[in-house]
C-alpha cells in the first residue's frame, strides 16, 4: 500500500508554476499575465532565489483563483479583495468554484481537453442526461497533488540534504496497524503498512517497483485531471 | 475599443404619473460593424466538423447535392482553417478526420466516396463530429459542428431534451452546433432544439441546392462573429416588472436568457411588457445587462443600460402616438409567438383550431399600415395556412422555423427574403 503525502511547502520557478496552474486550469497562462498580477497586487510579489524569482503554494492558490474568477467574469478589480485573504480561505474560495461546476457558472473559456473529455464521458453514458460532468477532484487537491510532483521535479534526489537522506524506514502507528514510513525526498512519503513484505532485491523486486510506480503514475495523471 | 449598442425603443415615449400603466419596449441591439480594414485574411480561424447523414433517405439527389456543398465548403476555406468530415447512418464514418484545408483536393476525393446506408445514428455522428473538432480545439478560432440531416433520429440516443442537454454542454466548452434539416422529413423539434441548445444556427432547406448558399451565409456569419454565447438579464426598479417577453429566449442561469450570436451588421430586437406602478419623475424603470464572449478572447464582456423615460398624465400619454416602426417589431415578435401556439394546436389534432389561429394573426397583422417586412410575414402567414391543407406537416416545419427567428439565427433563403 502506498500512499504519497503532499505538504504546501514546493517552491517553483516561474516556469513551473504556469505549467502547473495551468494543468489545473485546463488553460495556457502566460508570464506576462503572471507579472500583470504581481504589480496590481493579485499575486504576492515572488521571493528570490539569486537573480530569478521563486514562488510557492500561496502564489499558486492566488493565480489559479483570480484565473478561475476572471473566466467567470469578474473584473480584476472584483477579485482583488479575494487574494489578500490567508491561504486556508483562497482554498475554500476554490472548493466553492469547484463546487459551483460547469453548469452553474460556465467558465468561458472551454478548453479542448475539457470538451474532449466531455464527449467521451459522454460515450460511456449515453443515456445520462447529466449535461454538466466534472471533476470531483477541488482545484485545492489538485494543486496539493501537483505540488508534490514539483516538489519532486524541483529537488532532484542528488540535491536533497544529508538530513533527508534518512536510508532506512521509521515506523509509526496507524489504527492499531503498523506502517513503515520512508522519506524519498523533501515532502515525499512513502508508507507501506508491515504486512506488506517486499520481494528480495532482484528482479522480482524490480518488477513490484515498476508495479508501483506505474501505479502513481496512475493517480498523478488521476490527481491533475 | 468597439462595443455593441443597446437601445430602448418604447412604443410610447413616456409612462403615467396618475396610475398604474403598460409599458410596450423593444430593445434593439446593433453589434458594430466589420472595421473596414477587416479583410478575410484578418477574419478568425474556423475549426469545423461537417457531419453529413448518409442514412438510405438521403440517397440519390440529397446526396449528391450534399457532397456538392461540402466540396463547396472545402472550397471556400484556407489553410488556416480546419475541417473534418464525418457521415453517419447506423455507423459513424470519418471520412476526413480534422486537418488543416490547405489544399481542397483530399477532402474532395473523399467526399465522393460517401453513398447512402442504413439508419440515423444522428447524436453518435453529431458526437463524432465534435470529438474532432475538439480534439483541435483552438479558444481563437470559431469551432464549430455543422450537422445536415433529412431524417428522424432513430438509432443510438433519440430523445430530444437529452440531445439538447448533451449539445448545451460542449456549448459551454467552447464547441457550437448548427443544425440543417434537408427536406420533408426531418424532425424540426429536435433540429431546432439542437441549435439553440449549441448557440449555433438553424437552417430549413426545402431543397438540396440551396446546400451552397447555406454554406456560404454560415461561413459568413462565422467570420462576422462579434459575440458568443450571448445573454441578456432583465432587472425591473421601483416596482416595474417584467410582465412578458416575446421573444422564445432559452433561459441561463440566474434569471438570464440567451441571444443568438452577435453579428456584424445584425440588429437583434427584443420584446418587452412590463407593468408599472403610478411612476415619479426619473426613477429608473428597468436595467438591461448584454453580456457576451467575444471570438479569440476567454473574457465575457458586458454592456449595462439603465431605463429612464419622462411621466406624464395617463390622459395625455393616450394622446401620444405609437411608434410605427416599434410598433411593426412588436408585432412581428408576437407573430412568431404565435406560431408556436398554432402548432400546438395542430400536434393536439386541431387543424381547425391551428387554421383559425392562423387566420386570426394574419387578420390582426394586415390591419397595420403596410410595409414591406409586413407584406412579407403576411406572404409568409398565408402559405402556412394553405400548407395547413395540402401538406399539414410541412406547413408545421416552416412555422417551426419561423417561430423560432425571435431567439435563434434562422437562416433564411435569399428567394424567402425577396
Given at each position: 500500500?502506498?500512499?504519497?503525502?503532499?505538504?504546501?511547502?514546493?517552491?517553483?520557478?516561474?516556469?513551473?508554476?504556469?505549467?502547473?496552474?495551468?494543468?489545473?486550469?485546463?488553460?495556457?497562462?502566460?508570464?506576462?499575465?503572471?507579472?500583470?498580477?504581481?504589480?496590481?497586487?493579485?499575486?504576492?510579489?515572488?521571493?528570490?532565489?539569486?537573480?530569478?524569482?521563486?514562488?510557492?503554494?500561496?502564489?499558486?492558490?492566488?493565480?489559479?483563483?483570480?484565473?478561475?474568477?476572471?473566466?467567470?467574469?469578474?473584473?480584476?478589480?472584483?477579485?482583488?479583495?479575494?487574494?489578500?485573504?490567508?491561504?486556508?480561505?483562497?482554498?475554500?474560495?476554490?472548493?466553492?468554484?469547484?463546487?459551483?461546476?460547469?453548469?452553474?457558472?460556465?467558465?468561458?473559456?472551454?478548453?479542448?481537453?475539457?470538451?474532449?473529455?466531455?464527449?467521451?464521458?459522454?460515450?460511456?453514458?449515453?443515456?445520462?442526461?447529466?449535461?454538466?460532468?466534472?471533476?470531483?477532484?477541488?482545484?485545492?487537491?489538485?494543486?496539493?497533488?501537483?505540488?508534490?510532483?514539483?516538489?519532486?521535479?524541483?529537488?532532484?534526489?542528488?540535491?536533497?540534504?544529508?538530513?533527508?537522506?534518512?536510508?532506512?524506514?521509521?515506523?509509526?502507528?496507524?489504527?492499531?496497524?503498523?506502517?513503515?514510513?520512508?522519506?524519498?525526498?523533501?515532502?515525499?512519503?512513502?508508507?507501506?503498512?508491515?504486512?506488506?513484505?517486499?520481494?528480495?532485491?532482484?528482479?522480482?523486486?524490480?518488477?513490484?517497483?515498476?508495479?508501483?510506480?506505474?501505479?502513481?503514475?496512475?493517480?498523478?495523471?488521476?490527481?491533475?485531471? | 475599443?468597439?462595443?455593441?449598442?443597446?437601445?430602448?425603443?418604447?412604443?410610447?415615449?413616456?409612462?403615467?404619473?396618475?396610475?398604474?400603466?403598460?409599458?410596450?419596449?423593444?430593445?434593439?441591439?446593433?453589434?458594430?460593424?466589420?472595421p473596414a480594414a477587416a479583410s478575410l485574411r484578418e477574419r478568425p480561424p474556423l475549426n469545423l466538423a461537417l457531419v453529413i447523414?448518409?442514412?438510405?433517405?438521403?440517397?440519390?439527389?440529397?446526396?449528391?447535392?450534399?457532397?456538392?456543398?461540402?466540396?463547396?465548403?472545402?472550397?471556400?476555406?484556407?489553410?488556416?482553417?480546419?475541417?473534418?468530415?464525418?457521415?453517419?447512418?447506423?455507423?459513424?464514418?470519418?471520412?476526413?478526420?480534422?486537418?488543416?484545408?490547405?489544399?481542397?483536393?483530399?477532402?474532395?476525393?473523399?467526399?465522393?466516396?460517401?453513398?447512402?446506408?442504413?439508419?440515423?445514428?444522428?447524436?453518435?455522428?453529431?458526437?463524432?463530429?465534435?470529438?474532432?473538432?475538439?480534439?483541435?480545439?483552438?479558444?481563437?478560432?470559431?469551432?464549430?459542428?455543422?450537422?445536415?440531416?433529412?431524417?428522424?433520429?432513430?438509432?443510438?440516443?433519440?430523445?430530444?431534451?437529452?440531445?439538447?442537454?448533451?449539445?448545451?454542454?460542449?456549448?459551454?466548452?467552447?464547441?457550437?452546433?448548427?443544425?440543417?434539416?434537408?427536406?420533408?422529413?426531418?424532425?424540426?423539434?429536435?433540429?431546432?432544439?439542437?441549435?439553440?441548445?449549441?448557440?449555433?444556427?438553424?437552417?430549413?432547406?426545402?431543397?438540396?441546392?440551396?446546400?451552397?448558399?447555406?454554406?456560404?451565409?454560415?461561413?459568413?456569419?462565422?467570420?462576422?462573429?462579434?459575440?458568443?454565447?450571448?445573454?441578456?438579464?432583465?432587472?425591473?426598479?421601483?416596482?416595474?416588472?417584467?410582465?412578458?417577453?416575446?421573444?422564445?429566449?432559452?433561459?441561463?442561469?440566474?434569471?438570464?436568457?440567451?441571444?443568438?450570436?452577435?453579428?456584424?451588421?445584425?440588429?437583434l430586437n427584443v420584446g418587452l411588457q412590463l407593468e408599472l406602478p403610478a411612476w415619479s419623475p426619473n426613477q429608473e424603470i428597468?436595467?438591461?445587462?448584454?453580456?457576451?464572449?467575444?471570438?479569440?478572447?476567454?473574457?465575457?464582456?458586458?454592456?449595462?443600460?439603465?431605463?429612464?423615460?419622462?411621466?406624464?398624465?395617463?390622459?395625455?400619454?393616450?394622446?401620444?402616438?405609437?411608434?410605427?416602426?416599434?410598433?411593426?417589431?412588436?408585432?412581428?415578435?408576437?407573430?412568431?409567438?404565435?406560431?408556436?401556439?398554432?402548432?400546438?394546436?395542430?400536434?393536439?389534432?386541431?387543424?381547425?383550431?391551428?387554421?383559425?389561429?392562423?387566420?386570426?394573426?394574419?387578420?390582426?397583422?394586415?390591419?397595420?399600415?403596410?410595409?414591406?417586412?409586413?407584406?412579407?410575414?403576411?406572404?409568409?402567414?398565408?402559405?402556412?395556412?394553405?400548407?395547413?391543407?395540402?401538406?399539414?406537416?410541412?406547413?408545421?416545419?416552416?412555422?417551426?422555423?419561423?417561430?423560432?427567428?425571435?431567439?435563434?439565427?434562422?437562416?433564411?433563403?435569399?428567394?424567402?427574403?425577396?
Open positions: 500500500m502506498v500512499k504519497v503525502f503532499a505538504p504546501a511547502d514546493a517552491l517553483y520557478g516561474l516556469e513551473e508554476l504556469l505549467l502547473v496552474a495551468g494543468k489545473l486550469l485546463d488553460e495556457e497562462i502566460s508570464p506576462r499575465t503572471v507579472r500583470l498580477y504581481a504589480t496590481q497586487g493579485l499575486i504576492d510579489r515572488p521571493g528570490k532565489e539569486g537573480r530569478s524569482a521563486v514562488y510557492g503554494h500561496r502564489h499558486l492558490l492566488q493565480l489559479v483563483l483570480v484565473r478561475a474568477l476572471a473566466r467567470r467574469g469578474l473584473s480584476l478589480s472584483a477579485i482583488a479583495p479575494f487574494c489578500v485573504l490567508a491561504d486556508a480561505d483562497l482554498e475554500q474560495q476554490l472548493e466553492q468554484l469547484d463546487g459551483e461546476g460547469a453548469a452553474a457558472a460556465a467558465p468561458s473559456v472551454a478548453t479542448g481537453n475539457e470538451a474532449l473529455r466531455y464527449l467521451r464521458d459522454l460515450s460511456g453514458t449515453s443515456d445520462d442526461a447529466d449535461a454538466a460532468g466534472g471533476d470531483s477532484l477541488s482545484f485545492a487537491r489538485k494543486a496539493a497533488a501537483m505540488g508534490s510532483v514539483l516538489g519532486m521535479l524541483n529537488k532532484p534526489l542528488s540535491s536533497r540534504s544529508r538530513s533527508d537522506r534518512t536510508p532506512t524506514g521509521s515506523r509509526s502507528s496507524d489504527n492499531g496497524s503498523r506502517w513503515l514510513r520512508f522519506t524519498l525526498a523533501p515532502g515525499i512519503e512513502v508508507h507501506v503498512r508491515d504486512s506488506v513484505l517486499p520481494p528480495p532485491a532482484g528482479p522480482r523486486r524490480q518488477q513490484w517497483l515498476q508495479h508501483l510506480l506505474d501505479r502513481l503514475n496512475a493517480l498523478l495523471d488521476d490527481a491533475s485531471r | 475599443m468597439t462595443r455593441p449598442t443597446l437601445r430602448f425603443r418604447p412604443l410610447r415615449p413616456a409612462v403615467a404619473s396618475d396610475r398604474p400603466s403598460t409599458l410596450d419596449l423593444l430593445l434593439t441591439i446593433t453589434p458594430p460593424p466589420l447523414d448518409r442514412s438510405g433517405s438521403m440517397g440519390g439527389t440529397k446526396l449528391s447535392y450534399a457532397r456538392k456543398a461540402a466540396r463547396f465548403l472545402a472550397g471556400e476555406l484556407t489553410g488556416r482553417d480546419r475541417l473534418a468530415i464525418v457521415s453517419f447512418d447506423n455507423e459513424v464514418q470519418i471520412v476526413v478526420p480534422l486537418r488543416p484545408v490547405a489544399d481542397p483536393q483530399p477532402f474532395i476525393a473523399a467526399i465522393n466516396t460517401i453513398h447512402s446506408g442504413g439508419s440515423t445514428a444522428l447524436f453518435d455522428g453529431w458526437r463524432a463530429g465534435a470529438t474532432q473538432v475538439a480534439e483541435h480545439l483552438d479558444p481563437a478560432a470559431m469551432n464549430r459542428v455543422l450537422l445536415l440531416s433529412d431524417g428522424q433520429a432513430n438509432h443510438g440516443l433519440t430523445d430530444t431534451d437529452q440531445i439538447a442537454a448533451k449539445v448545451a454542454g460542449l456549448t459551454q466548452r467552447g464547441i457550437s452546433t448548427s443544425a440543417f434539416g434537408l427536406g420533408d422529413d426531418f424532425d424540426e423539434d429536435l433540429m431546432g432544439a439542437m441549435a439553440a441548445a449549441g448557440d449555433g444556427t438553424l437552417a430549413h432547406i426545402e431543397t438540396p441546392s440551396q446546400l451552397a448558399d447555406l454554406y456560404a451565409s454560415e461561413l459568413q456569419g462565422l467570420t462576422s462573429t462579434f459575440g458568443r454565447r450571448v445573454s441578456l438579464g432583465l432587472r425591473g426598479k421601483h416596482g416595474a416588472e417584467v410582465v412578458d417577453l416575446l421573444n422564445d429566449l432559452t433561459p441561463t442561469g440566474a434569471g438570464n436568457h440567451q441571444l443568438p450570436n452577435l453579428r456584424a451588421g445584425q440588429e428597468l436595467s438591461v445587462r448584454l453580456a457576451w464572449e467575444a471570438p479569440g478572447s476567454g473574457d465575457r464582456q458586458s454592456l449595462i443600460e439603465h431605463l429612464h423615460l419622462p411621466v406624464m398624465e395617463s390622459e395625455e400619454l393616450k394622446q401620444l402616438e405609437p411608434d410605427d416602426a416599434v410598433a411593426e417589431q412588436l408585432a412581428l415578435l408576437r407573430a412568431n409567438r404565435e406560431r408556436r401556439r398554432v402548432i400546438t394546436e395542430l400536434d393536439r389534432g386541431d387543424v381547425l383550431s391551428a387554421s383559425a389561429s392562423l387566420g386570426k394573426l394574419f387578420g390582426d397583422l394586415s390591419a397595420m399600415p403596410a410595409t414591406p417586412r409586413l407584406t412579407r410575414e403576411l406572404n409568409l402567414l398565408s402559405d402556412k395556412l394553405a400548407l395547413l391543407k395540402s401538406d399539414p406537416n410541412r406547413s408545421r416545419k416552416n412555422l417551426r422555423r419561423e417561430s423560432q427567428r425571435s431567439s435563434l439565427n434562422v437562416w433564411e433563403s435569399d428567394d424567402e427574403q425577396t
